[in-house]
């Protein structure tokens, strides 16, 4: 196509909703509210929040009316927003068409841990373990309740590998009834070992791990606070990523950031890359911990926490210029769910098999069992979304895809401001460019 191509489709699902808009030469348009653009050499690149299309423009005056079919321009005088609502309510319809059933386990082992990190969220759970009895329900569970070929599972605590047994019973149990299934870890990294890393990419389907690091070597050590260590826990880990890594086992080593560490993370970057290179297998990705911690127990200044804002932001790019895996916002659009808690095709399973929807609130809440065997529904008000944004979201072209639940902790607070905007802008930003040079390399 003259004058433009397309980088990423638009979603079937939302334009099957919008319909194309018809151009009318006599009509006067504008840039869509939910259209982010940026500039790439002598290209544009439009990125629709709405659809989750991705245009590269090369000659807009040609390019123009494709990109007014496809809602990247409106019509001068469209309220978006208003009709935001409708939208969600009916993809959210299209999408209970389907039959119920889940595809995203996430499977806690137990609630124990051999960290001691004095952010912890789940500091004050009750300490429980699964029982091979209530593995072998979970296998059961998982067979009655699957939607789709393949059932995707994601170990986590507590530290999940304090229970590997099981790890093992779930998994012997979906291979013996004959279940596809592939699994992911969060993990502290510490107790991996090569007969659990061969067990692991065996029987256990293991395709990712994510590692959280508290900062350079002695931070991590000191935050963490693992028990029984006779060596140095980082350097440890670090043995383990290794290991791995060598075992086909890709690594997502995620950098928790506060004002006592931002300064030396660039460090422990750099010295991750530099051990291992620029392996496809690795990752990173960054989180304040003040958007992490649920007791609110970490707090910064206005200006600390534009820094570290800036300072991740900085690395990310950094990271993006050398070619190596960063974590960043996926481009999906619009979409029926916003996260976990009202993604219908998710279940979190605690030790002791009672069912949640979020890791966050399973220690207060649990909504069923696997004991009945049965398809658990969501309360109503896991769809309720609030629209009441403010000010700060007016201007926003995420504004039609961020929709916090009333139920989550986090909204409980101020849903954004102007230093998480700007961050998740440039997040946004980065996430195209990435898009954009993945593409450049496969087809040119």
């Given at each position: 196509m003259e004058g433009f191509r397309i980088i990423r489709e638009?979603?079937?699902?939302?334009?099957?909703?919008?319909?194309?808009?018809?151009?009318?030469?006599?009509?006067?348009?504008?840039?869509?509210?939910?259209?982010?653009?940026?500039?790439?050499?002598?290209?544009?690149?439009?990125?629709?929040?709405?659809?989750?299309?991705?245009?590269?423009?090369?000659?807009?005056?040609?390019?123009?009316?494709?990109?007014?079919?496809?809602?990247?321009?409106?019509?001068?005088?469209?309220?978006?927003?208003?009709?935001?609502?409708?939208?969600?309510?009916?993809?959210?319809?299209?999408?209970?068409?389907?039959?119920?059933?889940?595809?995203?386990?996430?499977?806690?082992?137990?609630?124990?841990?051999?960290?001691?990190?004095?952010?912890?969220?789940?500091?004050?759970?009750?300490?429980?373990?699964?029982?091979?009895?209530?593995?072998?329900?979970?296998?059961?569970?998982?067979?009655?309740?699957?939607?789709?070929?393949?059932?995707?599972?994601?170990?986590?605590?507590?530290?999940?590998?304090?229970?590997?047994?099981?790890?093992?019973?779930?998994?012997?149990?979906?291979?013996?009834?004959?279940?596809?299934?592939?699994?992911?870890?969060?993990?502290?990294?510490?107790?991996?070992?090569?007969?659990i890393i061969q067990k692991a990419t065996k029987n256990w389907n293991l395709k990712n791990v994510r590692i959280t690091l508290d900062g350079a070597e002695q931070t991590h050590n000191k935050i963490k606070q693992f028990k029984n260590t006779s060596q140095s826990p980082f350097l440890h880990i670090m043995n383990n990523v290794e290991l791995l890594l060598s075992a086909g086992v890709s690594v997502t080593i995620r950098i928790n950031v506060e004002k006592h560490n931002v300064e030396e993370i660039k460090e422990v970057v750099d010295q991750i890359c530099i051990r291992f290179g620029k392996t496809k297998l690795l990752d990173f990705m960054f989180r304040p911990l003040s958007n992490t911690n649920r007791l609110s127990t970490i707090e910064s200044s206005v200006e600390a926490r534009r820094h570290i804002y800036n300072r991740i932001n900085e690395i990310k790019t950094y990271l993006f210029e050398k070619g190596i895996g960063v974590n960043s916002r996926e481009l999906t659009g619009l979409t029926p769910h916003s996260c976990s808690a009202d993604d219908r095709r998710y279940l979190l399973i605690k030790p002791n098999g009672e069912l949640a929807f979020c890791?966050?609130?399973?220690?207060?809440?649990?909504?069923?069992?696997?004991?009945?065997?049965?398809?658990?529904?969501?309360?109503?008000?896991?769809?309720?979304?609030?629209?009441d944004k403010g000010t700060i979201c007016n201007d926003c072209p995420l504004y039609i895809c961020c929709y916090p639940n009333s139920l989550c902790p986090a909204s409980k607070k101020t849903v954004c401001n102007e230093i998480h905007k700007d961050s998740i802008l440039k997040d946004l930003e980065l996430s195209i460019k990435k898009e954009y040079r993945n593409y450049i390399i496969v087809n040119n």
């Amino acid at each position: 196509m003259e004058g433009f191509r397309i980088i990423r489709e638009a979603s079937f699902a939302v334009m099957s909703l919008c319909g194309e808009q018809k151009y009318n030469f006599t009509r006067q348009y504008r840039l869509s509210d939910f259209i982010f653009r940026c500039e790439i050499g002598d290209s544009s690149l439009f990125y629709s929040c709405l659809t989750g299309e991705l245009v590269e423009v090369t000659k807009h005056e040609k390019a123009f009316q494709y990109l007014v079919r496809h809602w990247f321009y409106v019509e001068k005088d469209l309220n978006e927003k208003e009709n935001v609502p409708k939208l969600r309510k009916l993809l959210l319809a299209l999408d209970k068409r389907d039959k119920p059933g889940y595809n995203r386990f996430e499977i806690l082992t137990t609630t124990n841990c051999n960290a001691n990190c004095s952010y912890c969220y789940e500091n004050g759970f009750k300490q429980m373990s699964m029982s091979k009895d209530t593995a072998m329900k979970v296998v059961q569970y998982i067979k009655n309740n699957l939607c789709g070929f393949e059932a995707n599972i994601r170990w986590y605590g507590g530290e999940p590998l304090m229970n590997t047994k099981a790890i093992d019973w779930i998994s012997e149990g979906l291979a013996n009834q004959g279940i596809a299934f592939s699994s992911k870890m969060i993990s502290n990294g510490y107790l991996f070992s090569d007969n659990i890393i061969q067990k692991a990419t065996k029987n256990w389907n293991l395709k990712n791990v994510r590692i959280t690091l508290d900062g350079a070597e002695q931070t991590h050590n000191k935050i963490k606070q693992f028990k029984n260590t006779s060596q140095s826990p980082f350097l440890h880990i670090m043995n383990n990523v290794e290991l791995l890594l060598s075992a086909g086992v890709s690594v997502t080593i995620r950098i928790n950031v506060e004002k006592h560490n931002v300064e030396e993370i660039k460090e422990v970057v750099d010295q991750i890359c530099i051990r291992f290179g620029k392996t496809k297998l690795l990752d990173f990705m960054f989180r304040p911990l003040s958007n992490t911690n649920r007791l609110s127990t970490i707090e910064s200044s206005v200006e600390a926490r534009r820094h570290i804002y800036n300072r991740i932001n900085e690395i990310k790019t950094y990271l993006f210029e050398k070619g190596i895996g960063v974590n960043s916002r996926e481009l999906t659009g619009l979409t029926p769910h916003s996260c976990s808690a009202d993604d219908r095709r998710y279940l979190l399973i605690k030790p002791n098999g009672e069912l949640a929807f979020c890791p966050e609130d399973f220690d207060v809440k649990q909504y069923g069992s696997i004991s009945n065997g049965e398809y658990c529904f969501r309360p109503s008000s896991y769809y309720e979304y609030r629209y009441d944004k403010g000010t700060i979201c007016n201007d926003c072209p995420l504004y039609i895809c961020c929709y916090p639940n009333s139920l989550c902790p986090a909204s409980k607070k101020t849903v954004c401001n102007e230093i998480h905007k700007d961050s998740i802008l440039k997040d946004l930003e980065l996430s195209i460019k990435k898009e954009y040079r993945n593409y450049i390399i496969v087809n040119n």
